[in-house]
Protein backbone atom coordinates (compact mmCIF):
# COMPACT_ATOMS: atom_id res chain seq x y z
CA UNK A 1 0.00 0.00 0.00
CA UNK A 2 0.81 3.30 -1.03
CA UNK A 3 2.75 5.18 1.69
CA UNK A 4 0.03 8.18 2.89
CA UNK A 5 0.42 11.37 1.64
CA UNK A 6 0.42 13.23 5.33
CA UNK A 7 3.35 10.71 6.79
CA UNK A 8 5.02 11.76 4.01
CA UNK A 9 5.22 15.63 4.15
CA UNK A 10 5.99 15.35 7.65
CA UNK A 11 9.04 13.51 7.49
CA UNK A 12 10.19 15.58 4.65
CA UNK A 13 9.52 18.60 7.08
CA UNK A 14 11.47 16.71 9.83
CA UNK A 15 14.11 16.47 7.20
CA UNK A 16 14.24 19.51 6.65
CA UNK A 17 14.33 21.08 9.86
CA UNK A 18 16.33 18.67 11.66
CA UNK A 19 19.74 19.55 9.12
CA UNK A 20 22.53 21.86 9.60
CA UNK A 21 23.76 21.42 6.30
CA UNK A 22 21.42 21.58 2.69
CA UNK A 23 20.32 18.12 1.59
CA UNK A 24 20.44 16.90 -1.64
CA UNK A 25 17.69 15.51 -3.22
CA UNK A 26 19.66 11.86 -3.48
CA UNK A 27 19.74 12.47 0.29
CA UNK A 28 16.08 12.99 1.00
CA UNK A 29 15.08 10.25 -1.25
CA UNK A 30 17.78 8.00 0.83
CA UNK A 31 16.24 9.08 3.94
CA UNK A 32 12.57 9.09 2.72
CA UNK A 33 10.99 5.80 2.35
CA UNK A 34 7.92 6.95 0.37
CA UNK A 35 10.44 8.48 -2.17
CA UNK A 36 12.51 5.73 -2.49
CA UNK A 37 9.37 3.44 -3.11
CA UNK A 38 8.42 6.28 -5.47
CA UNK A 39 11.60 6.33 -7.07
CA UNK A 40 12.14 2.77 -7.52
CA UNK A 41 8.15 1.52 -7.81
CA UNK A 42 7.92 4.61 -10.54
CA UNK A 43 10.60 6.46 -12.19
CA UNK A 44 12.69 9.66 -11.53
CA UNK A 45 10.06 11.74 -13.23
CA UNK A 46 7.27 10.52 -10.90
CA UNK A 47 9.57 11.24 -7.67
CA UNK A 48 10.38 14.34 -8.94
CA UNK A 49 7.07 15.47 -9.33
CA UNK A 50 6.05 14.59 -6.22
CA UNK A 51 8.79 15.93 -4.66
CA UNK A 52 8.12 19.89 -6.12
CA UNK A 53 4.28 19.28 -5.05
CA UNK A 54 5.56 18.28 -1.39
CA UNK A 55 8.22 21.37 -1.36
CA UNK A 56 5.08 23.67 -2.47
CA UNK A 57 2.86 22.03 0.32
CA UNK A 58 5.05 22.52 3.33
CA UNK A 59 5.57 26.13 2.31
CA UNK A 60 1.98 26.39 2.04
CA UNK A 61 1.72 25.48 5.54
CA UNK A 62 4.63 27.76 6.35
CA UNK A 63 7.55 26.56 6.28
CA UNK A 64 10.73 28.54 5.54
CA UNK A 65 12.68 26.10 2.53
CA UNK A 66 15.71 27.47 1.71
CA UNK A 67 17.35 26.40 -1.81
CA UNK A 68 21.14 26.34 -1.30
CA UNK A 69 22.45 26.06 -4.82
CA UNK A 70 26.22 26.19 -4.43
CA UNK A 71 26.54 23.85 -1.39
CA UNK A 72 26.43 20.27 -3.07
CA UNK A 73 28.90 20.39 -5.98
CA UNK A 74 26.71 21.63 -8.71
CA UNK A 75 23.47 19.78 -7.28
CA UNK A 76 20.82 21.95 -5.44
CA UNK A 77 20.63 21.48 -1.84
CA UNK A 78 17.77 22.28 0.81
CA UNK A 79 16.88 23.25 4.73
CA UNK A 80 14.84 24.82 6.27
CA UNK A 81 16.69 26.72 9.19
CA UNK A 82 15.50 27.08 12.29
CA UNK A 83 15.60 30.40 13.47
CA UNK A 84 13.61 31.19 10.13
CA UNK A 85 10.92 29.28 11.25
CA UNK A 86 10.68 29.83 14.68
CA UNK A 87 7.50 31.38 15.84
CA UNK A 88 8.92 34.61 17.87
CA UNK A 89 7.40 34.86 21.26
CA UNK A 90 3.77 35.51 22.04
CA UNK A 91 2.16 36.19 25.57
CA UNK A 92 -1.34 35.79 25.34
CA UNK A 93 -3.36 35.94 28.55
CA UNK A 94 -6.63 33.21 28.93
CA UNK A 95 -8.87 35.99 28.28
CA UNK A 96 -7.30 36.49 24.64
CA UNK A 97 -6.83 33.05 23.78
CA UNK A 98 -10.37 32.25 24.49
CA UNK A 99 -11.86 35.43 22.54
CA UNK A 100 -9.07 34.13 19.32
CA UNK A 101 -10.51 30.63 19.62
CA UNK A 102 -13.99 31.87 19.39
CA UNK A 103 -13.23 34.02 16.24
CA UNK A 104 -11.18 31.05 14.73
CA UNK A 105 -14.81 29.14 14.54
CA UNK A 106 -16.53 31.84 11.91
CA UNK A 107 -15.20 30.58 8.60
CA UNK A 108 -17.99 28.69 6.88
CA UNK A 109 -15.01 27.48 4.29
CA UNK A 110 -12.89 24.10 4.71
CA UNK A 111 -9.38 25.93 3.49
CA UNK A 112 -9.69 29.31 5.51
CA UNK A 113 -11.63 27.24 8.81
CA UNK A 114 -8.51 24.64 8.44
CA UNK A 115 -6.32 27.47 8.46
CA UNK A 116 -7.58 29.19 11.20
CA UNK A 117 -7.70 25.86 13.21
CA UNK A 118 -3.91 25.18 12.07
CA UNK A 119 -3.23 29.32 13.25
CA UNK A 120 -4.42 28.07 16.87
CA UNK A 121 -2.53 24.91 16.62
CA UNK A 122 0.90 26.60 16.47
CA UNK A 123 -0.18 29.19 19.65
CA UNK A 124 -1.38 26.27 21.48
CA UNK A 125 1.94 24.39 20.66
CA UNK A 126 3.81 27.57 21.15
CA UNK A 127 2.43 27.55 24.87
CA UNK A 128 -0.79 29.65 24.47
CA UNK A 129 -3.11 29.02 26.98
CA UNK A 130 -6.23 26.85 26.55
CA UNK A 131 -9.28 28.27 27.38
CA UNK A 132 -12.87 26.82 27.85
CA UNK A 133 -14.91 28.39 25.60
CA UNK A 134 -18.07 26.36 26.27
CA UNK A 135 -21.33 28.88 27.29
CA UNK A 136 -18.82 32.00 26.98
CA UNK A 137 -21.29 33.95 24.54
CA UNK A 138 -24.27 32.94 22.45
CA UNK A 139 -23.71 35.25 19.38
CA UNK A 140 -22.00 33.04 16.48
CA UNK A 141 -20.84 34.87 13.75
CA UNK A 142 -20.14 32.90 10.23
CA UNK A 143 -18.37 33.82 7.17
CA UNK A 144 -19.64 31.92 4.49
CA UNK A 145 -17.73 31.67 1.60
CA UNK A 146 -19.66 29.37 -1.22
CA UNK A 147 -18.60 30.93 -4.39
CA UNK A 148 -15.81 28.44 -6.43
CA UNK A 149 -13.89 31.40 -6.94
CA UNK A 150 -12.95 32.88 -3.60
CA UNK A 151 -10.19 29.99 -3.09
CA UNK A 152 -8.09 30.37 -6.67
CA UNK A 153 -8.87 34.63 -6.44
CA UNK A 154 -7.45 34.57 -2.15
CA UNK A 155 -4.11 32.70 -3.88
CA UNK A 156 -3.82 34.40 -6.64
CA UNK A 157 -4.26 38.07 -4.94
CA UNK A 158 -1.66 36.74 -2.15
CA UNK A 159 0.80 35.86 -4.69
CA UNK A 160 -0.10 38.76 -7.52
CA UNK A 161 -0.65 36.48 -9.59
CA UNK A 162 -2.85 38.04 -12.64
CA UNK A 163 -6.19 35.64 -13.63
CA UNK A 164 -8.97 35.52 -15.80
CA UNK A 165 -12.50 34.63 -15.44
CA UNK A 166 -15.68 34.83 -17.64
CA UNK A 167 -17.82 36.90 -15.81
CA UNK A 168 -21.78 37.82 -16.45
CA UNK A 169 -22.39 41.19 -15.67
CA UNK A 170 -25.30 42.46 -13.38
CA UNK A 171 -28.48 41.92 -16.08
CA UNK A 172 -26.57 41.09 -18.84
CA UNK A 173 -27.27 38.42 -21.46
CA UNK A 174 -24.17 37.06 -22.06
CA UNK A 175 -21.27 36.22 -20.69
CA UNK A 176 -17.28 38.27 -20.60
CA UNK A 177 -13.55 36.80 -20.49
CA UNK A 178 -12.17 39.36 -18.07
CA UNK A 179 -8.48 39.49 -17.37
CA UNK A 180 -8.01 41.12 -13.87
CA UNK A 181 -5.45 41.86 -11.27
CA UNK A 182 -6.55 40.87 -8.09
CA UNK A 183 -6.05 43.43 -4.96
CA UNK A 184 -8.26 42.56 -2.37
CA UNK A 185 -11.71 40.62 -1.17
CA UNK A 186 -14.31 41.67 0.87
CA UNK A 187 -17.20 40.17 2.19
CA UNK A 188 -20.41 42.82 2.68
CA UNK A 189 -23.71 41.36 3.44
CA UNK A 190 -22.89 38.01 3.17
CA UNK A 191 -21.68 37.96 -0.38
CA UNK A 192 -17.79 38.24 -1.62
CA UNK A 193 -16.77 41.11 -3.85
CA UNK A 194 -13.18 41.02 -5.41
CA UNK A 195 -11.49 44.46 -5.93
CA UNK A 196 -9.28 44.87 -8.79
CA UNK A 197 -7.05 46.25 -11.73
CA UNK A 198 -9.11 45.09 -15.18
CA UNK A 199 -6.68 45.08 -17.64
CA UNK A 200 -9.02 45.45 -20.46
CA UNK A 201 -10.66 48.68 -19.40
CA UNK A 202 -7.13 49.89 -18.14
CA UNK A 203 -9.02 50.62 -14.80
CA UNK A 204 -9.43 49.42 -11.35
CA UNK A 205 -13.01 47.66 -10.76
CA UNK A 206 -14.84 45.51 -8.69
CA UNK A 207 -17.13 42.47 -9.21
CA UNK A 208 -19.08 40.07 -7.52
CA UNK A 209 -18.23 36.60 -6.87
CA UNK A 210 -21.33 34.68 -7.54
CA UNK A 211 -21.03 36.27 -10.94
CA UNK A 212 -18.08 34.92 -11.89
CA UNK A 213 -18.97 32.01 -13.82
CA UNK A 214 -16.51 28.65 -14.54
CA UNK A 215 -12.84 28.52 -13.82
CA UNK A 216 -10.74 31.50 -12.01
CA UNK A 217 -7.39 30.89 -14.50
CA UNK A 218 -3.89 32.13 -13.09
CA UNK A 219 -1.97 33.41 -15.32
CA UNK A 220 2.26 33.89 -15.70
CA UNK A 221 4.07 37.41 -15.35
CA UNK A 222 3.64 39.48 -12.90
CA UNK A 223 1.23 42.56 -12.49
CA UNK A 224 1.51 45.46 -14.65
CA UNK A 225 -0.43 48.04 -12.46
CA UNK A 226 0.96 49.45 -8.85
CA UNK A 227 -1.77 48.08 -6.28
CA UNK A 228 -2.86 51.02 -4.38
CA UNK A 229 -1.97 50.89 -0.93
CA UNK A 230 -5.85 51.06 0.70
CA UNK A 231 -8.56 49.35 -1.71
CA UNK A 232 -12.09 50.82 -0.60
CA UNK A 233 -14.72 47.64 -2.10
CA UNK A 234 -16.68 48.23 0.49
CA UNK A 235 -17.63 51.80 -0.46
CA UNK A 236 -17.97 50.82 -4.07
CA UNK A 237 -20.16 48.21 -3.47
CA UNK A 238 -21.97 50.13 -0.93
CA UNK A 239 -23.19 52.92 -3.08
CA UNK A 240 -24.01 50.45 -5.76
CA UNK A 241 -26.58 48.93 -3.27
CA UNK A 242 -27.88 52.38 -3.06
CA UNK A 243 -26.13 53.54 0.42
CA UNK A 244 -24.79 56.94 1.03
CA UNK A 245 -27.34 58.70 -1.37
CA UNK A 246 -27.47 62.15 -0.82
CA UNK A 247 -31.04 63.15 -2.46
CA UNK A 248 -33.99 62.14 -1.18
CA UNK A 249 -37.79 61.04 -1.88
CA UNK A 250 -41.14 61.70 -0.66
CA UNK A 251 -43.17 58.42 0.08
CA UNK A 252 -47.00 57.70 1.20
CA UNK A 253 -46.82 54.26 3.36
CA UNK A 254 -49.97 52.98 4.52
CA UNK A 255 -50.08 53.59 8.58
CA UNK A 256 -48.83 49.96 10.37
CA UNK A 257 -47.10 48.88 7.09
CA UNK A 258 -43.70 49.46 5.94
CA UNK A 259 -41.27 49.35 8.85
CA UNK A 260 -38.08 48.94 6.71
CA UNK A 261 -38.90 52.46 5.05
CA UNK A 262 -39.79 53.52 8.52
CA UNK A 263 -36.59 52.89 10.35
CA UNK A 264 -34.43 54.79 7.66
CA UNK A 265 -36.81 57.80 7.13
CA UNK A 266 -35.73 61.38 7.53
CA UNK A 267 -38.95 62.35 8.56
CA UNK A 268 -42.71 61.20 9.50
CA UNK A 269 -45.68 62.97 9.50
CA UNK A 270 -48.96 61.69 9.90
CA UNK A 271 -51.20 62.52 6.90
CA UNK A 272 -54.66 61.02 7.89
CA UNK A 273 -55.95 57.68 9.44
CA UNK A 274 -54.77 55.54 6.60
CA UNK A 275 -51.88 57.11 5.17
CA UNK A 276 -47.95 58.55 6.82
CA UNK A 277 -45.63 60.76 4.82
CA UNK A 278 -42.17 59.93 4.44
CA UNK A 279 -39.43 61.43 3.58
CA UNK A 280 -36.31 58.80 3.17
CA UNK A 281 -33.02 58.83 1.09
CA UNK A 282 -33.14 58.18 -2.52
CA UNK A 283 -30.35 55.88 -3.90
CA UNK A 284 -29.39 53.25 -6.45
CA UNK A 285 -32.56 50.47 -6.47
CA UNK A 286 -35.08 52.23 -4.34
CA UNK A 287 -37.80 52.04 -7.20
CA UNK A 288 -37.35 47.90 -6.62
CA UNK A 289 -37.44 48.58 -2.78
CA UNK A 290 -40.91 50.50 -2.69
CA UNK A 291 -42.55 47.98 -5.49
CA UNK A 292 -42.32 45.41 -3.23
CA UNK A 293 -44.96 47.02 -0.70
CA UNK A 294 -47.43 47.00 -3.15
CA UNK A 295 -50.21 49.02 -2.21
CA UNK A 296 -48.80 50.07 1.24
CA UNK A 297 -46.35 52.49 -0.41
CA UNK A 298 -47.54 55.20 -2.91
CA UNK A 299 -44.34 57.54 -3.96
CA UNK A 300 -44.91 61.22 -4.30
CA UNK A 301 -41.86 62.52 -5.69
CA UNK A 302 -39.35 62.95 -7.71
CA UNK A 303 -41.13 62.28 -10.95
CA UNK A 304 -38.36 59.86 -12.37
CA UNK A 305 -38.59 57.46 -9.07
CA UNK A 306 -42.96 57.42 -9.27
CA UNK A 307 -42.37 56.71 -12.98
CA UNK A 308 -40.19 53.86 -12.24
CA UNK A 309 -42.52 52.35 -9.53
CA UNK A 310 -45.40 52.59 -12.01
CA UNK A 311 -43.77 51.30 -15.20
CA UNK A 312 -42.56 48.17 -12.32
CA UNK A 313 -46.24 47.77 -11.15
CA UNK A 314 -47.31 47.75 -14.72
CA UNK A 315 -45.52 45.12 -15.23
CA UNK A 316 -46.43 43.14 -12.78
CA UNK A 317 -50.06 44.22 -13.05
CA UNK A 318 -50.02 42.84 -16.93
CA UNK A 319 -50.99 45.92 -18.06
CA UNK A 320 -48.14 46.32 -20.00
CA UNK A 321 -48.10 45.68 -23.99
CA UNK A 322 -44.64 45.12 -23.90
CA UNK A 323 -44.74 42.37 -21.79
CA UNK A 324 -42.27 40.50 -19.48
CA UNK A 325 -38.87 40.91 -21.74
CA UNK A 326 -37.89 37.15 -20.26
CA UNK B 1 -11.79 12.34 8.34
CA UNK B 2 -9.49 15.33 7.72
CA UNK B 3 -7.27 15.68 4.32
CA UNK B 4 -3.55 15.47 4.06
CA UNK B 5 -2.41 18.87 4.31
CA UNK B 6 -5.02 19.65 7.72
CA UNK B 7 -3.38 16.68 9.04
CA UNK B 8 0.38 17.87 8.45
CA UNK B 9 -0.08 21.24 9.70
CA UNK B 10 -1.66 19.10 12.94
CA UNK B 11 1.31 16.72 13.38
CA UNK B 12 4.31 19.94 13.12
CA UNK B 13 2.25 21.58 15.95
CA UNK B 14 1.37 18.66 17.73
CA UNK B 15 5.20 17.25 18.13
CA UNK B 16 5.67 20.78 19.66
CA UNK B 17 3.27 20.21 21.97
CA UNK B 18 3.73 16.99 23.16
CA UNK B 19 7.15 17.96 24.06
CA UNK B 20 6.48 19.85 26.40
CA UNK B 21 4.34 17.73 28.24
CA UNK B 22 5.48 14.25 28.65
CA UNK B 23 2.78 11.62 29.67
CA UNK B 24 0.03 14.76 28.16
CA UNK B 25 -3.41 13.20 28.27
CA UNK B 26 -5.81 12.22 25.13
CA UNK B 27 -8.76 13.85 25.79
CA UNK B 28 -6.96 17.11 27.05
CA UNK B 29 -4.46 16.82 23.73
CA UNK B 30 -7.46 16.16 21.89
CA UNK B 31 -9.83 19.11 23.01
CA UNK B 32 -6.97 21.14 22.87
CA UNK B 33 -6.34 20.86 19.43
CA UNK B 34 -10.02 21.05 18.31
CA UNK B 35 -10.19 17.48 17.05
CA UNK B 36 -11.69 14.16 18.41
CA UNK B 37 -9.71 11.37 20.29
CA UNK B 38 -9.97 9.24 17.01
CA UNK B 39 -8.64 11.88 15.00
CA UNK B 40 -6.09 12.27 17.33
CA UNK B 41 -4.91 8.30 17.60
CA UNK B 42 -5.18 8.44 14.23
CA UNK B 43 -1.99 10.82 14.26
CA UNK B 44 -0.45 9.21 16.76
CA UNK B 45 -0.14 6.24 14.62
CA UNK B 46 0.98 7.92 11.89
CA UNK B 47 4.26 9.96 13.71
CA UNK B 48 6.01 6.66 15.11
CA UNK B 49 6.64 6.21 11.05
CA UNK B 50 8.10 9.86 11.00
CA UNK B 51 11.90 11.35 11.42
CA UNK B 52 14.67 12.02 9.79
CA UNK B 53 15.93 8.80 8.63
CA UNK B 54 13.88 5.63 8.23
CA UNK B 55 16.81 3.56 7.71
CA UNK B 56 18.93 4.90 10.36
CA UNK B 57 16.23 4.66 13.18
CA UNK B 58 15.66 8.18 14.14
CA UNK B 59 11.63 8.14 14.15
CA UNK B 60 9.66 9.42 16.49
CA UNK B 61 9.25 7.33 19.46
CA UNK B 62 5.99 8.21 20.58
CA UNK B 63 3.16 5.86 21.85
CA UNK B 64 0.36 6.00 23.71
CA UNK B 65 -2.16 3.66 25.85
CA UNK B 66 -4.93 5.33 24.47
CA UNK B 67 -5.31 7.23 27.62
CA UNK B 68 -1.67 8.80 28.01
CA UNK B 69 1.08 10.08 25.34
CA UNK B 70 4.66 9.10 25.49
CA UNK B 71 7.44 10.13 23.93
CA UNK B 72 10.58 8.51 24.52
CA UNK B 73 13.18 10.12 22.09
CA UNK B 74 12.39 13.66 22.58
CA UNK B 75 14.53 15.93 20.49
CA UNK B 76 14.99 19.16 19.68
CA UNK B 77 13.40 18.82 16.13
CA UNK B 78 9.80 20.49 17.27
CA UNK B 79 10.61 24.21 17.70
CA UNK B 80 7.03 26.37 17.59
CA UNK B 81 7.03 27.24 14.06
CA UNK B 82 6.41 30.49 12.55
CA UNK B 83 2.63 30.94 11.24
CA UNK B 84 1.71 30.81 7.68
CA UNK B 85 0.47 33.35 5.08
CA UNK B 86 -3.12 31.84 4.99
CA UNK B 87 -3.37 31.08 8.98
CA UNK B 88 -2.41 34.32 9.54
CA UNK B 89 -4.83 35.85 7.30
CA UNK B 90 -7.83 33.16 8.67
CA UNK B 91 -6.81 34.16 11.91
CA UNK B 92 -6.59 38.10 11.92
CA UNK B 93 -9.47 38.61 9.20
CA UNK B 94 -12.01 36.84 11.39
CA UNK B 95 -10.76 38.63 14.43
CA UNK B 96 -10.96 41.91 12.94
CA UNK B 97 -14.37 40.99 11.79
CA UNK B 98 -15.50 39.63 15.31
CA UNK B 99 -13.97 42.91 17.02
CA UNK B 100 -16.18 45.13 14.88
CA UNK B 101 -19.29 43.32 15.57
CA UNK B 102 -22.05 44.97 17.19
CA UNK B 103 -23.54 43.03 20.21
CA UNK B 104 -20.11 41.85 21.30
CA UNK B 105 -19.38 42.05 25.12
CA UNK B 106 -16.58 44.80 25.74
CA UNK B 107 -14.37 42.09 27.92
CA UNK B 108 -14.59 40.60 24.60
CA UNK B 109 -13.63 43.13 21.90
CA UNK B 110 -11.32 44.82 23.99
CA UNK B 111 -9.34 41.09 24.81
CA UNK B 112 -9.86 40.15 20.72
CA UNK B 113 -8.32 43.71 19.78
CA UNK B 114 -5.11 43.17 22.20
CA UNK B 115 -4.84 39.84 20.74
CA UNK B 116 -4.98 40.89 17.24
CA UNK B 117 -2.26 43.14 17.92
CA UNK B 118 -0.23 40.41 19.25
CA UNK B 119 -0.63 38.22 16.41
CA UNK B 120 0.66 41.18 13.92
CA UNK B 121 3.67 41.40 16.07
CA UNK B 122 4.40 37.72 15.89
CA UNK B 123 3.12 36.71 12.54
CA UNK B 124 5.50 39.08 10.83
CA UNK B 125 5.62 39.66 7.20
CA UNK B 126 2.68 36.55 6.96
CA UNK B 127 0.03 39.19 8.61
CA UNK B 128 0.54 41.50 5.13
CA UNK B 129 -1.96 39.41 3.22
CA UNK B 130 -4.45 39.88 5.49
CA UNK B 131 -4.99 43.37 4.88
CA UNK B 132 -6.46 42.14 1.37
CA UNK B 133 -9.57 40.42 3.01
CA UNK B 134 -12.11 42.74 4.71
CA UNK B 135 -15.52 41.31 6.11
CA UNK B 136 -17.61 43.44 7.68
CA UNK B 137 -20.86 42.60 9.40
CA UNK B 138 -23.97 44.44 9.49
CA UNK B 139 -24.58 46.71 12.33
CA UNK B 140 -27.88 46.17 14.13
CA UNK B 141 -27.20 46.37 17.43
CA UNK B 142 -30.62 48.26 18.47
CA UNK B 143 -32.01 44.88 20.49
CA UNK B 144 -28.41 43.21 21.55
CA UNK B 145 -28.62 43.90 24.72
CA UNK B 146 -32.09 42.58 25.95
CA UNK B 147 -31.61 38.95 23.62
CA UNK B 148 -27.98 38.72 25.38
CA UNK B 149 -29.49 39.32 28.65
CA UNK B 150 -32.54 36.87 28.05
CA UNK B 151 -30.08 34.23 26.76
CA UNK B 152 -27.45 34.52 29.59
CA UNK B 153 -30.80 34.36 32.33
CA UNK B 154 -32.60 31.81 30.45
CA UNK B 155 -35.67 33.94 29.88
CA UNK B 156 -38.59 34.23 27.17
CA UNK B 157 -38.75 37.19 24.91
CA UNK B 158 -41.49 39.27 23.61
CA UNK B 159 -41.50 40.66 20.68
CA UNK B 160 -43.38 43.07 17.92
CA UNK B 161 -41.25 41.58 14.63
CA UNK B 162 -42.03 42.99 11.13
CA UNK B 163 -42.81 40.17 8.80
CA UNK B 164 -42.32 41.01 5.59
CA UNK B 165 -43.73 38.15 3.30
CA UNK B 166 -47.27 40.00 5.28
CA UNK B 167 -45.90 43.24 4.96
CA UNK B 168 -47.16 43.88 8.63
CA UNK B 169 -46.35 43.60 12.29
CA UNK B 170 -46.63 40.14 14.12
CA UNK B 171 -46.67 39.82 17.73
CA UNK B 172 -45.15 36.77 19.35
CA UNK B 173 -43.63 35.29 21.98
CA UNK B 174 -40.02 33.64 21.43
CA UNK B 175 -37.56 31.47 23.65
CA UNK B 176 -34.33 32.69 22.30
CA UNK B 177 -31.32 30.12 21.42
CA UNK B 178 -28.62 31.86 20.00
CA UNK B 179 -27.65 34.45 17.74
CA UNK B 180 -26.49 33.63 14.30
CA UNK B 181 -24.71 36.38 11.80
CA UNK B 182 -24.12 36.11 8.73
CA UNK B 183 -24.25 39.21 6.34
CA UNK B 184 -27.37 40.09 8.72
CA UNK B 185 -27.96 39.23 12.46
CA UNK B 186 -30.65 36.33 13.36
CA UNK B 187 -32.01 35.23 16.50
CA UNK B 188 -33.03 31.36 16.32
CA UNK B 189 -35.67 31.28 18.33
CA UNK B 190 -38.20 28.41 19.37
CA UNK B 191 -41.84 30.78 18.13
CA UNK B 192 -44.11 30.07 21.06
CA UNK B 193 -46.61 31.34 18.59
CA UNK B 194 -46.12 29.77 15.63
CA UNK B 195 -44.97 26.65 17.76
CA UNK B 196 -42.13 26.14 15.15
CA UNK B 197 -38.37 27.13 14.57
CA UNK B 198 -37.83 30.83 13.35
CA UNK B 199 -35.33 32.86 12.24
CA UNK B 200 -35.97 36.78 13.27
CA UNK B 201 -33.97 39.24 11.79
CA UNK B 202 -32.90 41.35 14.35
CA UNK B 203 -33.08 44.76 11.62
CA UNK B 204 -36.59 43.94 11.49
CA UNK B 205 -37.29 43.57 15.59
CA UNK B 206 -39.84 46.52 16.58
CA UNK B 207 -39.58 45.95 19.50
CA UNK B 208 -38.49 44.00 22.54
CA UNK B 209 -39.06 43.00 25.92
CA UNK B 210 -37.45 40.71 28.39
CA UNK B 211 -40.41 38.35 29.66
CA UNK B 212 -40.47 37.09 34.01
CA UNK B 213 -41.02 33.68 32.49
CA UNK B 214 -38.18 31.25 31.76
CA UNK B 215 -37.44 29.85 28.24
CA UNK B 216 -38.31 26.44 27.24
CA UNK B 217 -37.24 25.88 23.77
CA UNK B 218 -37.67 22.33 23.17
CA UNK B 219 -34.50 20.33 22.84
CA UNK B 220 -32.79 19.90 19.63
CA UNK B 221 -29.77 18.79 17.79
CA UNK B 222 -28.40 22.52 16.51
CA UNK B 223 -29.81 22.80 12.76
CA UNK B 224 -27.37 22.14 9.87
CA UNK B 225 -26.17 25.55 8.61
CA UNK B 226 -24.12 24.89 6.07
CA UNK B 227 -26.27 26.20 3.25
CA UNK B 228 -27.00 28.87 4.60
CA UNK B 229 -29.04 30.70 7.78
CA UNK B 230 -32.51 29.93 5.83
CA UNK B 231 -33.41 27.27 4.54
CA UNK B 232 -36.82 25.64 3.43
CA UNK B 233 -37.76 22.59 4.41
CA UNK B 234 -37.30 19.61 2.31
CA UNK B 235 -41.41 19.20 1.98
CA UNK B 236 -42.01 23.13 1.80
CA UNK B 237 -43.97 23.68 -1.29
CA UNK B 238 -41.98 24.35 -4.71
CA UNK B 239 -41.88 27.93 -6.28
CA UNK B 240 -41.03 28.28 -10.17
CA UNK B 241 -39.84 31.91 -11.00
CA UNK B 242 -38.64 32.73 -14.59
CA UNK B 243 -36.46 35.63 -15.13
CA UNK B 244 -34.42 37.59 -17.56
CA UNK B 245 -30.92 38.42 -17.79
CA UNK B 246 -31.97 41.51 -15.60
CA UNK B 247 -33.11 39.40 -13.00
CA UNK B 248 -30.55 36.41 -12.62
CA UNK B 249 -29.89 38.29 -8.48
CA UNK B 250 -33.01 35.86 -7.87
CA UNK B 251 -30.71 32.94 -7.70
CA UNK B 252 -27.93 34.81 -5.72
CA UNK B 253 -30.42 35.62 -3.02
CA UNK B 254 -32.31 32.78 -2.66
CA UNK B 255 -31.51 29.54 -1.64
CA UNK B 256 -32.95 27.25 -4.67
CA UNK B 257 -32.97 23.99 -5.94
CA UNK B 258 -32.25 24.35 -9.69
CA UNK B 259 -31.43 27.17 -11.64
CA UNK B 260 -31.53 26.13 -15.27
CA UNK B 261 -30.19 28.63 -18.08
CA UNK B 262 -32.98 29.91 -20.58
CA UNK B 263 -32.22 31.23 -24.13
CA UNK B 264 -31.23 35.10 -24.02
CA UNK B 265 -29.18 34.90 -20.61
CA UNK B 266 -32.62 34.45 -18.26
CA UNK B 267 -33.11 31.95 -15.76
CA UNK B 268 -35.78 29.21 -14.43
CA UNK B 269 -35.27 29.11 -10.90
CA UNK B 270 -36.83 26.76 -8.82
CA UNK B 271 -36.89 27.25 -4.59
CA UNK B 272 -39.00 25.99 -1.85
CA UNK B 273 -41.36 28.08 0.38
CA UNK B 274 -42.95 27.31 3.47
CA UNK B 275 -45.28 29.71 2.60
CA UNK B 276 -44.99 30.90 -0.55
CA UNK B 277 -47.44 33.62 -0.29
CA UNK B 278 -44.48 35.18 1.79
CA UNK B 279 -42.94 35.78 -1.70
CA UNK B 280 -45.20 38.02 -2.81
CA UNK B 281 -42.61 40.76 -2.20
CA UNK B 282 -40.08 39.11 -4.64
CA UNK B 283 -43.28 38.99 -7.37
CA UNK B 284 -44.10 42.88 -7.21
CA UNK B 285 -40.48 43.61 -7.25
CA UNK B 286 -39.44 41.41 -10.32
CA UNK B 287 -41.16 43.92 -12.58
CA UNK B 288 -40.12 43.31 -16.00
CA UNK B 289 -37.37 41.45 -15.34
CA UNK B 290 -39.48 38.27 -14.42
CA UNK B 291 -42.89 36.26 -13.63
CA UNK B 292 -44.05 33.30 -11.23
CA UNK B 293 -44.35 30.50 -12.98
CA UNK B 294 -46.04 28.53 -10.54
CA UNK B 295 -47.95 28.55 -7.86
CA UNK B 296 -50.67 30.33 -9.92
CA UNK B 297 -52.16 31.71 -6.52
CA UNK B 298 -48.96 33.72 -5.67
CA UNK B 299 -48.80 34.91 -9.40
CA UNK B 300 -52.75 36.23 -9.61
CA UNK B 301 -51.37 37.83 -5.25
CA UNK B 302 -49.27 39.60 -7.12
CA UNK B 303 -50.99 40.97 -10.08
CA UNK B 304 -53.86 42.19 -7.90
CA UNK B 305 -51.68 43.90 -5.66
CA UNK B 306 -49.75 46.00 -8.62
CA UNK B 307 -53.01 46.78 -9.75
CA UNK B 308 -54.37 48.21 -6.21
CA UNK B 309 -51.70 50.00 -5.78
CA UNK B 310 -51.90 51.30 -9.51
CA UNK B 311 -55.18 52.68 -8.74
CA UNK B 312 -54.00 54.93 -6.33
CA UNK B 313 -51.26 56.43 -8.84
CA UNK B 314 -54.75 56.77 -10.94
CA UNK B 315 -53.12 54.36 -13.48
CA UNK B 316 -55.80 51.42 -13.26
CA UNK B 317 -56.55 51.00 -16.38
CA UNK B 318 -54.78 50.28 -19.36
Known amino acids: MAIAKAERLMNLALCLMNTRRPLSKKELRESIEAYREAWQGASEDAFNRMFERDKDDLRELGLVIDVDESALDGELGYLARADRNRLPEIALDAEEAAALTLAARVWQQAKMSGAASGALQKLRAAGVPFAETEGRTALEPRIPAREAAFEPLLTAARDRRPVTFEYRKAGAAAVEQRSVEPWALECWRGHWYLAGYDRDRGDARVFRLSRITGKVRAKNGAFLGTVPEHVDVRATVAKFAGEGATATATVRVRRGAGFPLRTKALNTTRVDEVWDELEIPYGNGLGADLAEFGPDVLVLGPEELRADVVDRLRAVAGLDVEGVRA | ?318
Not at chain 2, 42 to 50: A, R, T, Y
Request: net charge negative; hydrophobic share 40%.
Open chain 2, 1 to 318: MSNAIDQTRRMLSLVTYLRERPGAEVAEVARAFGISERELIGDLNVLPMCGTSFRGGDLLDIDTDGERIWWHNVDDVAQPLRLASDEATALLVAARAVAGLPGLRAGDREALTRAVAKIENAAGESAEGSARVGVTFEAESHVFADIDRALSEGRRLWLRYYSHGRGGMTEREVDPIRLLTEGHTYLEAWCRTSEDHRMFRLDRVAEIRVLDVPADPPRREPRDLSGGLVNPAADDPEVVVEVSSGGRWVAEYYTHDRAEELPDGGLRITLRSADPSQLRPLALRLGRDGRIVSPPELAEQARSAAREALAAYGEGQV
